[in-house]
């Protein structure tokens, strides 16, 4: 506390640190979109697994370890503003737009289009930052990635 006070009079910015990985909470937001109708099937935790590995690089074992994690983070979840929160200060507006386009995959991926799903995404992109002008073309996009598998 007092080297945040002494920086703080000394001029220096304090950075604050996000009280969760940035990954983890990306993750927590794509299995809550999964969960939003009630069910969380494997094909959808297949395609979280997907998008991890993809976007963030991740080997098999980090993989299940973000997942885990943010499977335990999601259930015990009461809002997901505290997930949007570190989304918005860590990732860009690219990586949050393409987030978007990953929670609309995951929506899809039992190939059924849930009203609970679309409304968390629509409820969780202004949290992010992301116009609904980018939410649609996201989902758009989206859309012609399932149809082309």
Known sequence: MFDKLKQMFAGTPVVPRPELDPHVAATTLL????????????????????????????????????LD???????????????????KVC???QER?????????????DGEKSPFEDAFVRRVAPLLGIADRERIFARTRAEARVRHR
Do not use: P
């Open 31 to 66: 299995v809550e979109a999964a969960l939003a109708d009630g069910i969380y099937a494997d094909c959808e935790q297949d395609q979280i697994k997907s998008i991890l590995a993809a976007a963030f690089q991740l080997d098999a074992q980090a993989v299940d370890r973000v």
């Open 69 to 87: 994690q943010a499977e335990e983070l999601a259930e015990a979840a009461v809002d997901h503003h505290r997930f949007t929160k570190v989304v």
């Open 91 to 93: 990732l860009t507006e």
């Open 97 to 109: 737009v393409a987030l978007i386009e990953q929670l609309w995959m995951v929506s899809l991926a």
